[in-house]
């Protein structure tokens, strides 16, 4: 069995379902059906939904199993958050002043190495 397409060779646009059948009895159902959000992941992306909830939604096993750095996850989960017509929450911005402020506080010497590796962990 083949995975249902999401989008018009033709075109480009949305494709619904219109005709659903039982294949044990033969059952047919005809109207418009919505595929929803998740169908509309490229296979990729359906396949990192599924190890990530396989993974119980831990960044850093999906990391371990995957053999990619934290920040190449990430960002494949910020991919699939997009795709499913979300916005992504800008706490990497904020990560990212927050770990230049630390080291900008090291290179004052206003903390230790030692304080510094524990505020960026």
Known sequence: MYPAPTQC???HDELRIA???????GT???GHFALGRLAALTPEQ???????????GKLN?????????????RSRLEEVIRALGYEVREEREDAESRRQEVLQRLARREITAEEALRLLQ
Do not use: H, K, W
Request: hydrophobic residues 40%; proline residues 8%; glycine residues 2%.
């Open 61 to 73: 096993r999906v990391q371990e199993e995957l053999g990619l750095s934290y920040p190449t996850i």
């Open 19 to 25: 005709r659903m059948v039982c294949p044990n009895c």
């Open 28 to 30: 047919a159902l005809e």
């Open 9 to 11: 060779p033709v075109c």
């Open 46 to 56: 359906a396949d990192f939904v599924e190890l990530f909830l396989r993974c119980e």
